[in-house]
């Protein structure tokens, strides 16, 4: 988990000093935050208008027909609050679109970041014909949300049970949460919540962020995957082998990344740093030829 913040703050130093990458991640960063910007106002505009127009109407009505309007009146004000906390967290949802729609945007900020580090790599990396297995990642998507769902569902029945139901939520977590980071950090979660009862929102927020950490990671190492040809299932054999390194790498920007307006600085700056990431801690492939696969050039240079 050290070398994954180390490398954290290095990459974010050298992305700091480096012309070249100064200038592609401002260039970047103006896109998102534009892309940003314009989808707010819209969607503001398509929440905050109707609102606007219902109260506006409503206090028409209450003149000209001489009706109390309060009760209406603090429905809406408790609409226009709900309202509001749904529009503060639209920039990070925002940036999440442009995220996959602009794919190119962040793969660049990523290649040229490889290319200024370790050139070698870039130009290996760059052989391999690109993959993106939409239709795989769907399903793999879809099975990971029924499972998950599947899952709290029974959690919940369970947790119900007499004897064993106190047992169920942290085994729970330490089991999902194993997957991520590893046995030990997962295991000093769930004993918190058996130690400390009072803990379990603090808990729950720690396993829930661990989940949304992954995501992040996945979005991150997009490039990299989709350059490759890593199929879903094989990227989570990825993220098993080098579960603590990414842990702390990602840890270092997630909770800046979740900033709304600021946050898309740490988001680009995480996508060019977790080039230098990749270039210290997985193999350098070889150049592409027929028939290689990912797992074929993973497997032989871990046995180098």
């Known amino acids: 988990m050290i070398q994954g913040m180390v490398l954290a703050l290095e990459a974010a130093k050298f992305t700091a000093k480096n012309r070249q990458?100064?200038?592609?991640?401002?260039?970047?960063?103006?896109?998102?935050?534009?892309?940003?910007?314009l989808g707010y106002g819209a969607t503001?505009?398509?929440?905050?208008?109707?609102?606007?127009?219902?109260?506006?109407?409503?206090?028409?009505?209450?003149?000209?027909l001489q009706y109390?309007?309060?009760?209406?009146?603090?429905?809406?004000?408790?609409f226009r609050e709900?309202?509001?906390?749904?529009?503060?967290?639209?920039?990070?949802?925002?940036?999440?679109?442009?995220?996959?729609?602009?794919?190119?945007l962040f793969s660049g900020i990523f290649f040229a970041m490889l290319d200024e580090i370790d050139p070698e790599y870039a130009k290996a990396l760059l052989t391999w014909p690109s993959k993106k297995f939409r239709?795989?990642?769907?399903?793999?998507?879809?099975?990971?949300?029924?499972?998950?769902?599947?899952?709290?569902?029974?959690?919940?029945y369970l947790s119900r049970l007499p004897l064993v139901g106190w047992m169920v939520m942290p085994v729970g977590s330490l089991m999902l949460m194993a997957r991520f980071v590893g046995y030990p950090v997962a295991t000093a979660v769930a004993l918190l919540s058996v130690v400390a009862p009072?803990?379990?929102h603090t808990t729950a927020f720690i396993f829930k962020s661990l989940l949304a950490m992954k995501d992040f990671s996945g979005d991150l190492l997009k490039p990299y995957f989709t350059q490759m040809g890593v199929k879903p299932k094989q990227r989570t054999?990825?993220?098993?082998?080098?579960?603590?390194?990414?842990?702390?790498?990602?840890?270092?920007?997630?909770?800046?990344?979740?900033?709304?307006?600021?946050?898309?600085?740490?988001?680009?700056?995480?996508?060019?740093?977790?080039?230098?990431?990749?270039?210290?801690?997985?193999?350098?492939?070889?150049?592409?030829?027929?028939?290689?696969?990912?797992?074929?050039?993973?497997?032989r240079t871990k046995d180098e």
């Open 68 to 78: 109390d309007a309060t009760e209406t009146t603090v429905a809406l004000i408790s």
């Open 198 to 200: 009072g803990s379990r």
């Open 237 to 299: 054999a990825f993220y098993k082998q080098y579960e603590s390194s990414i842990v702390g790498f990602i840890l270092s920007f997630y909770f800046f990344v979740q900033l709304s307006w600021i946050g898309p600085a740490f988001y680009v700056l995480a996508q060019a740093a977790i080039a230098m990431f990749i270039s210290r801690v997985i193999p350098r492939p070889p150049k592409y030829t027929p028939g290689d696969s990912w797992e074929k050039v993973h497997g």
């Open 44 to 64: 503001a505009v398509l929440v905050s208008l109707p609102l606007l127009l219902l109260r506006v109407g409503n206090n028409v009505l209450a003149l000209v």
């Open 21 to 37: 990458m100064q200038e592609k991640f401002f260039k970047a960063l103006q896109v998102t935050i534009i892309g940003m910007v």
């Open 135 to 156: 239709w795989a990642k769907i399903k793999f998507a879809a099975q990971r949300l029924a499972k998950r769902y599947a899952m709290m569902l029974a959690a919940s």
């Open 82 to 104: 709900a309202a509001d906390r749904f529009l503060n967290t639209l920039p990070l949802f925002w940036l999440d679109v442009i995220a996959h729609v602009r794919p190119s």
